[in-house]
């Protein structure tokens, strides 16, 4: 695995094991159990993991991550630390850092972010910087549905077009922080927003941002 997403995911599986199965994360309806049962299913069943893209899927997906769920918490636990399985293509050093480094950054920040007493993480230069070259390729993406043109701005100034459509919200902050604004978590991303009243507040609001 590379260094970025093998150290996000082993930081991921410690935040899990230390808030317990129970704990509040900020992915809607989701307990800590629910999103360990999530990563595991997205590795290790490909069967089941399309339903996260094809609408006919979904009702397949929710009754393989039920059964992950109802799997003893230690043994997601070290599911997630192991990685997939022998031949699953992210088990490809290539493939493993650009699927899992954004997932798992985002979803250990899902985590951490919904405890009350969170405090922000400092990333090092070159994984902050890994995130914004992500950002950049993702950002039209991620934004396609934004009710409101988007662009991004890191506090050097660099820019990044996540949406053309009008009126304009220019979105300034670090890339991890960028990065889950862009991801639906914008309540608990720390930036800046700048642009009309209403359409800051109807992209702070909205849920049609992310895949």
Not at 74 to 86: C, D, F
Not at 96 to 101: I, M, P
Not at 175 to 191: I, K
Request: one cysteine or more.
């Amino acid at each position: 695995m590379s260094s970025h997403a093998k150290r996000e995911r082993l930081l991921l599986a410690d935040l899990l094991e230390a808030s317990g199965p129970t704990a509040p994360t900020l992915c809607e309806g989701w307990l800590t159990r629910d999103l360990a049962a999530h990563v595991v299913v997205r590795e290790r069943r490909p069967d089941a993991s399309g339903g996260m893209f094809v609408k006919a899927l979904a009702p397949r997906l929710e009754r393989v991550q039920a059964e992950f769920a109802g799997k003893p918490y230690e043994e997601l636990l070290q599911l997630i630390r192991t990685g997939p399985q022998k031949y699953s293509p992210f088990k490809l050093k290539q493939v493993d850092e650009l699927a899992n480094a954004v997932e798992f950054f985002v979803h250990a920040e899902d985590v951490r972010r919904a405890q009350p007493d969170w405090t922000p993480r400092t990333l090092d230069p070159v994984f902050a910087g890994t995130l914004w070259t992500r950002l950049e390729k993702m950002a039209r993406p991620l934004a396609r549905r934004s009710p409101v043109g988007l662009v991004l701005r890191l506090p050097d100034g660099r820019t990044a077009v996540a949406n053309r459509d009008t009126p304009v919200v220019t979105v300034t902050g670090e890339p991890g922080e960028l990065t889950l604004f862009l991801f639906g978590r914008q309540a608990h991303a720390d930036v800046q927003l700048e642009g009309e009243k209403a359409a800051v507040t109807a992209v702070s609001e909205t849920d049609k941002l992310g895949f």
